[in-house]
């Protein structure tokens, strides 16, 4: 620590030292009950905003004034539904790579409690949404963003067919959920959030590093009923980060690119190439009936892996394995994308850890249904099997001769009915609004 010359003046003593002074901290409240939020406001010293439009446009400018500044956003329970209601937010461009950026979700209307997963902050979108929820200016710079207790929803956006309960993904917005527009950062963080519904990826975390330190965080957070939802990885730059981390988290009822074994993208998590970060860590998650298998590790050359005390339950469904703790990762092996077991993620080659990986019966009333996939031998050889596959993307339809049902249909989030464990061992794992 850098040490200061005495001085009889302050004003010379904090000029020689920045160090002695604190970083500027400046607080929001944004939306909920206006009389409530601004008496809040007063007591702490910020500001109450009737919109998360105005909440973005504040901290950019008390951001990019300079300096160590932090800004926080807190958001009121309820609905969020874009730029004038567009869907959509553009966010505007952060040029300080200093300043810290907090959102934070779930405070009631008069913000004097807070509880994200019972009474969420919903980040919504319309039918017709046309970009990312949330899409970041091109190349803009942050010390650190922190998202904490919000509810991303995309089911509006989307399409089902009600005859074969499934999602259309032709006739959906197919964007994804966050657009980081190499976001250039030392910190990113999602803690106690809940994406659902994806049409599409959920997020793939390409920000850049700002320094070889830099950290990509999951943590308490839960993953329900989405299409390939999460890739592990990052913009190639100047720095490779040093670690990804997802802990306990909850991937559920996740859904392959497509209905079809061979499909490329068939996993909840997909894990990037060796650039990605030094380390990829995966510990005491819940990865619970995903559809096509819970992690995908294709890539030749692999970051470090620490993929320990995870609870991995049925998810081999698509691949016709029955057994609970099969397809618990899907990796490259003798030339053919390989799905192994519980017992076996330690004898990948890339995985330096691999402790405590059980397979236990969470009690979660959450179901796949009665999913029809495609059976590619008997497909191919059938003329008829482009129309299932035009079905899915909601194009016209020269006549059906295999029925997929089930694949990816709708799923509310329920606060009072939480999709969290229910048997005792298995608590432990995953996402929970205790922890």
Sequence with gaps: MRSCPGSVLLVLALSLCPSLVEAAAVTYFVGGDREAGE????REGGAWLSSLSKGFAKAAGDLNAGGEVKVLLKLAAGDFDGDLGSGAYALPAFANPAGELRIEGGHTDDFASRNPFHSPS???????RSAPLWTFARNSKLGSLVVDGLLFDT???NAYDVDTNSLLVGKSSTHVFIKFNYLELDELAFDNCIFMNSANRVMETTIRAATPQAVIRFSNSIFLNNRIPLKLDTARFRNRPARIEVDHCSFLVN????PDPDTGLPAAVELGPRDAADEIVLTNNLFYANFGGAVLALHGQLPSLVISRNNFVGNGLLHGETEPESVAMIVSAGGRKQPISIEQIEEFPAVDEAEGNVSIAPGIPL???DVKTLDVEEV???PGWRNEVARLLGKNLQGTTVAIRDY???KEYDPQNMP???VLEARSYGASPSR
């Design 367 to 369: 179901a796949l249904g």
């Design 408 to 410: 990816a249909p709708k």
């Design 420 to 422: 969290i464990p229910t």
């Design 255 to 258: 859904w392959a690119y497509n």
């Design 380 to 382: 191919r050889a059938n």
């Design 122 to 128: 919903r980040i919504v979108t319309i039918a017709e």
């Design 39 to 42: 008496a809040a406001a007063e």
């Design 155 to 157: 089911a509006a956006s």
